[in-house]
């Protein structure tokens, strides 16, 4: 793809972030845009966030799952970027009407590194070693393509439909618990709407961890 058209394209959904107002799909207005392209867009567009003064903090992870997966047609997960003005903590008043357009909960479990983690050549005994604590998280995602139409090239050109997240009030070292089978339930006004473990996601969250390290390990970012 063009480097205009490319950047045309990250303006567009920087201006949509801002402005709260849905743009149709990329992938409905270019149908020869790559995974490749998309990461692209991702990156102008967070680099116009970063010249607007927000300050990366942490990495997203996402297609995680055989469900989205499958969902999306692709068979291999995908990352965006957190920023500081993302992060709310556990109990905090999160006014979704003045940042999101279409938000929807998930619940996540969050590593909190101690060092940097830089592949290839990561290993999940690299990652264990470099995570300070995990903490439970919910990612409150969020899509600046309208009504969800998204394609995989979507998703990512979006920062991966990053929204908001709220870090829970607990924090475990990685050895204290089995994120194979550790359990999530997920409640909405005392119903339980979803359940989930640890396995779903690549079979191990520590999975996930190893697989962004190595992934961005090949473009030189830690």
């Known amino acids: 793809m063009e480097q205009a058209k490319i950047q045309a394209f990250a303006d567009e959904l920087y ?62 997960p995908d990352f965006g970027y957190l920023t500081d003005d993302m992060v709310f903590n556990s109990g905090e008043e999160v006014n979704i009407s003045d940042r999101l357009i279409a938000p929807r909960a998930e619940g996540e479990i969050a590593f909190i590194l101690k060092k940097d983690l830089t592949g290839p050549g990561v290993t999940n005994a690299d990652v264990l070693a470099a995570t300070e604590c995990v903490m439970p998280c919910f990612e409150i995602v969020d899509s600046r393509i309208k009504d969800w139409k998204i394609a995989i090239q979507d998703t990512i050109a979006d920062n991966a439909s990053c929204g908001l997240f709220v870090l829970g009030d607990k924090a475990v070292s990685p050895r204290e618990v089995d994120l194979v089978t550790c359990g999530m339930v997920v409640e909405k006004n005392g119903a339980i709407i979803s359940t989930g473990a640890g396995a779903a996601a690549l079979g191990s969250p520590v999975n996930c961890v190893t697989w962004l390290a190595n992934t961005l390990g090949q473009f030189g970012i830690r």
């Open 15 to 76: 201006e949509a972030l801002v402005n709260r107002e849905a743009v149709p799909p990329l992938t409905s207005r270019a149908d020869d845009i790559t995974i490749e392209d998309a990461y692209h867009i991702s990156l102008r567009m967070l680099e116009r966030r970063q010249q607007a003064g927000a300050r990366i903090i942490g990495k997203k992870i996402g297609v995680t799952s055989k469900a989205v997966m499958n969902m999306l047609n692709v068979h291999q």
